[in-house]
């Protein structure tokens, strides 16, 4: 018997997994560890081991859990393969009893035991601990069958795995038959929280038969840190997306994953898909129109990045040198370091952070962007290493509800500099603040704007063979309309972003039958024009504003510019949007001012509105002279002298 071990970061841990192991009553294994480049204690409490079955291997960097495991079975000598996850551990008799089972039938591939688990904390001091045979309750779900957004939630599965596996590592000892052909996923390849369930699959696939032992023998352990939660977070109670934050980013940062290495993530059921090798300017590219220069700024970058992190591209080219000091708790929609793209230099925010940035040396300290990251940009803005500059996008409700509107407020008052995205956003700020309000200079800058190379000329046909036909577009959440009543007046709706769908499942429902909504996977950047611009107009948020045109009742979808509107920009789509008369909203505003909006009152003036292809006509003509504007670039010599004036103030 051969008990593969991959480990990294569990220290804590570790000791107790190798104990259950030691203390089996079938003596006859070998424990092959892999050290997956842990920076803990780890290598020192394996070695502490006088044990001939114990065999380790160390890698000085993370390649991920599946070249670990990859590693850990080609240096197995066993008949069996048997995991032991170092945050997981055996009862007793759990190899015993596998063994037994597999002894008993040749004919069997794979066996698993059931599994222990210890319950969320509300649920504890009535029920400490639940078990099941499988991670989706007692059944195996028939080979092929697995559908993580239909699966049957059930135990553990309800709460923690969102990939549709149903099988725990530790659970599981099987024969070596298919080694050759099924293997584990490499992080090159692909990252998924699909890892276990893809491996099952590819043994049931070639016909090996899987059986339970009928006992539970082994425990799962549970904590914030285990792979498939950093992925995609904590299954239907969201417990550890704003303590501990999940998603790409989240994922790079615990698994240190170098700087310019570009991952294909793969999300089953949380948080969008994106292939980075396809999403980012290839590394030549990246560089075209770069200068060095002299005086070029020193800039740390603090906090995270929002849907176009590769802006900043824009600030390299232009001759700055960037660091970053990231929130390393991000939610799954943000970017943080280390970077896929670019030069700016990574800087850790752990116990030695401030060192870190003292040596860096900044001249100036740029904060974004959105609300989760104000208690790291107000305990960096307090150190004073550097003048800062905060930029914020959203938003202040979030800000006052997670209890950081005193450390926003602070932030808004005390920086260098302020950059709001709307002249709204900066509007009500002053508004709120009164006499005692900010002092000194600030700008308007949306914090979402996207690069130049982006905004190519492939312009595409009208989609659709009826000119009479109106065509809209989607990206992003699902805010608009009912589409069963867009349908009745004939307006079609095409949707990008798979994963945004799962949001809106009674939306879709109604829609199903519909055949004017049209679904579409994810779309990357480099084909924004000439897929979205087929497109007659694109949907904003739909949404009612009640402030009756006070800017002190504003709430924040009322001064927020969404995410989506520079994506339509570039492809010159005039923007949907729903008239709130005598309200003060943002958006409508920045539509009136460039004649780029089709504001409608009710779906019956929406229609038409859209049918009028002499106002589309327009509204898109005014949308391409415009749509330079919302490049991220066109803005960078207004922000460097911004910056300057800023750094100026040390």
């Not at 699959?201 to 090996?208: D, F, I, M, P, Q």
């Not at 980013?249 to 170098?258: E, G, I």
Request: charge should be negative; aromatic fraction near 10%; glycine fraction near 8%.
């Amino acid at each position: 018997m051969s008990v593969l071990m991959p480990t990294y970061r569990q220290d804590a841990f570790l000791t107790r997994a190798i104990g259950s192991l030691l203390a089996q009553d079938f003596p006859d294994f070998e424990l092959v560890v892999v050290n997956d480049g842990s920076d803990d204690t780890t290598d020192e409490l394996v070695r502490a081991y006088d044990d001939s079955r114990i065999r380790y291997l160390r890698w000085t960097d993370n390649r991920g859990l599946g070249a670990a495991l990859n590693a850990a079975t080609r240096l197995a000598r066993g008949e069996f393969i048997a995991y032991l996850p170092s945050d997981d551990y055996y009862d007793r008799d759990h190899l015993s009893r596998c063994v037994a089972a597999l002894s008993a039938d040749p004919g069997l591939h794979l066996v698993h035991s059931g599994l222990r688990w210890v319950r969320r904390p509300w649920d504890i001091a009535v029920r400490p601990v639940e078990s099941t045979a499988t991670l989706h309750g007692d059944r195996l779900p028939e080979a092929g069958t697995t559908d993580a957004t239909k699966a049957d939630r059930t135990g553990i599965s309800r709460l923690d795995v969102r990939s549709g596996n149903y099988l725990a590592l530790v659970q599981v000892v099987h024969r070596r038959t298919f080694e050759d052909t099924v293997r584990w996923r490499e992080r090159t390849e692909l990252v998924s929280d699909s890892l276990e369930l893809d491996f099952w699959e590819g043994l049931r696939a070639r016909g090996a038969r899987f059986a339970a032992t009928g006992a539970t023998t082994c425990e799962w352990g549970d904590h914030p840190d285990q792979r498939h939660k950093i992925i995609a977070g904590r299954g239907a109670q969201n417990a550890n997306q704003a303590n501990h934050g999940y998603g790409l980013s989240r994922y790079r940062q615990f698994y240190r994953v170098p700087s310019r290495t570009r991952l294909n993530w793969q999300p089953v059921a949380q948080g969008e898909p994106v292939d980075e090798r396809v999403r980012y300017l290839d590394p030549q590219a990246e560089r075209a129109g770069a200068r060095r220069r002299t005086d070029g700024l020193r800039i740390l970058l603090v906090g995270a990045m929002g849907y176009n992190p590769d802006q900043l591209l824009a600030l390299e080219r232009d001759g700055h040198h960037l660091g970053g000091l990231w929130s390393t708790h991000p939610h799954f929609w943000e970017t943080t370091g280390p970077l896929p793209f670019g030069d700016a230099e990574y800087l850790p925010h752990d116990r030695h952070w401030y060192d870190r940035v003292r040596d860096f040396a900044p001249d100036v300290i740029y904060g974004s962007l959105n609300w989760p990251n104000l208690p790291l940009l107000h305990q960096v803005q307090q150190a004073g290493l550097a003048p800062f500059v905060l930029h914020l996008k959203e938003g202040t409700t979030a800000a006052m509800q997670a209890g950081s509107w005193p450390a926003l407020r602070d932030l808004v008052l005390n920086s260098a500099g302020r950059i709001f995205i709307s002249p709204e956003s900066r509007d009500w700020f002053d508004t709120i603040l009164g006499p005692a309000g900010p002092v000194g200079p600030s700008m308007v800058l949306d914090g979402d704007l996207p690069l130049r190379d982006w905004m190519t000329d492939q312009w595409a046909d009208p989609v659709g063979d009826d000119p009479d036909e109106v065509h809209t577009v989607c990206i992003g959440r699902i805010l608009i309309e009912p589409m069963l009543e867009l349908a009745e007046r004939g307006i079609h709706v095409h949707h990008y972003g798979s994963s945004y769908r799962r949001w809106a499942p009674g939306w879709l429902a109604t829609a199903e039958e519909t055949p004017f909504l049209h679904l579409h996977g994810h779309l990357y950047p480099r084909d924004w024009v000439a897929e979205l611009s087929r497109y007659d107009a694109a949907w904003l948020h739909v949404f009612t504003s009640d402030n009756g045109g006070d800017l002190r009742s504003a709430a924040w979808t009322d001064i927020n510019l969404p995410a989506r509107i520079s994506t339509y920009a570039i492809a010159g789509l005039p923007w949907i949007f729903r008239r709130n008369a005598g309200q003060f909203v943002g958006v409508e505003r920045l539509a009136d001012r460039l004649g780029v909006g089709i504001g409608y009152s009710g779906v019956d003036d929406l229609a038409e509105r859209l049918v009028d292809e002499r106002k589309r006509r327009v509204a898109r003509t005014n949308m391409r002279a415009a749509r330079h504007t919302f490049t991220f670039d066109h803005h960078v010599p207004e922000l460097v002298s911004f910056l300057r004036r800023a750094a100026a103030t040390r």
